[in-house]
């Protein structure tokens, strides 16, 4: 389950996989692993494409169910920060 900690190590990274990939330490890699890395990085991919009209309504709804199933009960406390993330990403 996505939470609070591992969007923050995310934006630490700036979604940069290869970055965490390269330059994580234990540590770090047990509160995070790649496949959460990859999910957070296609939930804010998606949101960009959201954000910019560049989706579909079901692709949208889609996005929407992905999210409010990998953060289950953190959604709420997440959203600010996901927001945040994808602004930051579109610049």
Do not use: H, P, W
Request: charged share 35%.
């Amino acid at each position: 389950m996505l939470n609070l900690e591992k969007l923050n190590i995310y934006k630490s990274f700036r979604g940069d996989i290869d970055s965490f990939g390269r330059s994580t330490n234990k540590k770090t890699r047990e509160k995070i692993n790649e496949n959460d890395f990859r999910v957070i990085d296609e939930i804010v991919q998606g949101m960009i494409l959201i954000k910019n009209n560049l989706s579909s309504d079901a692709y949208k709804k889609d996005i929407e169910d992905k999210t409010r199933e990998s953060f289950g009960e953190n959604y709420s406390d997440c959203q600010k920060l996901l927001d945040d993330i994808v602004n930051m990403t579109i610049g």
